[in-house]
């Protein structure tokens, strides 16, 4: 298949191949093989907004507990944690469009994934669902016993979530049960244990979840009434916004009450205003008419957690070299 070139000479993807919510720019379609490219798509290794949303939390909690030691972050942890991330991210995702792919391919922003556009066959999918879980797997080998089995056991969550659109409003309370994970896999791994300060960023990463995959089915909300599929977006309805400030602010307590209870320093506290004012510049600017805007929200919150992230670390750097 020819594929159109841009202005440098870079190949892009083409209509046919390319999905509304991802980037037909991204640096991976320079370099992968036409054969590669319906996998690429079912990791959703064109769409890194995900993986970072898995990971931050992970990140999150791994520094909240070397911080409430007065220790620098555990750097291997971080490049572990990055590469679980974008496994189990895609496996998440191949097993979620195996679900749904009869779904998908009726919902205008999803009809293009591989398996509802029929470019790869479920059978295809499952094996490559089995190699991404084996790579999850080794790195989860790679932490103590104890973090192992908290890894393990959000499997529950991960395997529940694609059915929770079927029978309840709050499919997105399901998805920030497996996505917010991270906020006690961090800490195990670190401390071989959990304690108030992992359960609470946990919750707290829970909260954002909601509130912005709340953000992000805005986007469905039209296709999702004809076929029926529910969403914390279509219950809220006209009070999306005061909702999502609701599960924001709940979300900026929970982060500050772990704070508190792992006893760092004022540069997790500046990150954590930084991460709050975020928030509510997205609350402020969501308009439930603008699915382009939905996106760039949605896609934001990369850049919110990572603000968090860099307090939290900083302060036990800090604290380390003092």
Not at 46 to 72: E, K, N, V, Y
Not at 180 to 191: E, H, K, S
């Amino acid at each position: 298949m020819t594929r159109p070139a841009n202005a440098a000479g870079t190949e892009r993807t083409t209509p046919t191949e390319a999905l509304p919510d991802a980037r037909p720019d991204h640096p991976i379609w320079r370099y992968a093989p036409p054969g590669f490219r319906p996998y690429i798509q079912l990791a959703r290794l064109d769409r890194p907004i995900g993986w970072w949303l898995l990971l931050l939390p992970c990140w999150w909690s791994s520094a909240l507990a070397t911080s409430s030691l007065g220790l620098a972050p555990n750097l291997l942890h971080f490049l572990l944690l990055l590469i679980g991330a974008v496994a189990m991210r895609g496996a998440g995702s191949t097993y979620n469009d195996l679900v749904d792919r009869d779904i998908d391919a009726r919902v205008e922003r999803t009809r293009n994934r591989p398996l509802a556009s029929r470019r790869l066959r479920p059978r295809q999918a499952l094996v490559f669902l089995v190699l991404e879980c084996l790579v999850g797997l080794a790195v989860l080998l790679c932490f103590n016993w104890f973090a192992i089995g908290v890894g393990l056991s959000s499997l529950v969550f991960v395997v529940i979530y694609p059915f929770m659109k079927r029978t309840t409003s709050w499919p997105q309370a399901a998805l920030g049960l497996a996505f917010a994970w991270g906020g006690l896999m961090g800490w195990a791994a670190i401390m071989g244990s959990l304690a108030w300060p992992a359960f609470l960023i946990y919750a707290a990463a829970i909260l954002w979840t909601i509130g912005y995959d709340t953000i992000y089915a805005l986007q469905d909300i039209r296709d999702d009434s004809i076929i029926g599929v529910r969403s914390t977006a279509r219950l809220f309805g006209a009070s999306v916004r005061p909702a999502v400030a609701m599960l924001f602010a709940g979300a900026i307590l929970l982060t500050e009450a772990a704070l508190l209870t792992a006893r760092v320093g004022p540069l997790a506290q500046l990150g954590l205003l930084a991460f709050a004012a975020h928030l509510m510049w997205q609350v402020r600017a969501i308009d439930p008419d603008d699915q382009r805007k939905a996106l760039l929200l949605f896609r934001s919150n990369r850049d919110a957690g990572l603000l968090l992230f860099a307090g939290i670390a900083l302060d036990g750097l800090v604290a380390r070299i003092v």
